[in-house]
């Protein structure tokens, strides 16, 4: 196994685009969770699912943002009319549910200009 | 809304000194967790704590959860430049492991 993949590991896209994210978790992890750091902070909690049932998503998750885990495996994070105050780093993690611990992908670096 | 307190925010030091980093919460932890991350990857897993006063160690890292289980600290002797990136700990509340909350993180700076 690879760990978590994350694709791509950059991009960068034009205020008012849309824009998709991969995650491929490792394949034994039925929990997959997405979070977006920005400079000087830590990892600030979007959503998470188990299996592919989406279980919680943040209150500070605007209606633009949407994610999908359709067979339980893979998933995708969707930005719409994306906003320069979207540039961050989106960080996708999965873990198991006997393992107290996350194992985080390298990130995509999301730039809107 | 939970929120977790490190501190320093920065630490830069002397390869060969020792530091120690604090994760505080106002509420009792189900299970707390450190991470070190470096520039332009995601955090990578260090250890995790469940039980009050647990002590665990990884080299020249050690790691202690409070008691209460309200607080941590990690603990680093003799660091090496390779020590260098930013610290996290990770909080999760409420009898659930699997969401966590971050710390803004100590970011750490080894001099040779």
């Known amino acids: 196994d690879t760990g978590v993949s994350q694709d791509p590991r950059h991009k960068i896209t034009k205020r008012g685009q849309n824009v998709t994210f991969r995650c491929d978790p490792i394949s034994e992890h039925n929990r997959l969770y997405w979070y977006r750091q920005t400079l000087g902070q830590g990892p600030e909690f979007l959503t998470y699912f188990q299996n592919e049932a989406q279980l919680e998503k943040s209150r500070l998750l605007s209606d633009r943002f949407s994610a999908e885990r359709p067979k339980g495996s893979f998933s995708t994070l969707e930005i719409q009319r994306t906003e320069q105050g979207d540039s961050a780093m989106y960080l996708c993690a999965s873990s198991s549910d006997s393992f107290y611990g996350y194992t985080f992908g390298s990130g995509t670096r999301l730039t809107v200009v | ?112």
């Open chain 2, 1 to 112: 809304t939970q929120l977790l307190e490190q501190s320093p925010q920065f630490l830069s030091i002397q390869e060969g000194e020792n530091l120690t980093v604090y994760c505080n919460s106002s509420s009792v932890f189900s299970s707390l967790q450190w991470y070190r991350q470096e520039p332009g990857e995601g955090p990578v897993l260090l250890v995790t704590v469940v039980t009050g006063g647990e002590v665990k160690k990884l080299k020249r890292l050690t790691f202690q959860f409070g008691d209460a289980r309200k607080d941590s600290s990690l603990h680093i002797t003799a660091a090496q430049p390779g020590d260098t990136g930013l610290y996290l700990c990770a909080g999760a509340w409420g009898g659930s492991n699997y969401k966590l909350t971050f710390g803004k993180g100590t970011l750490l700076t080894v001099n040779p």
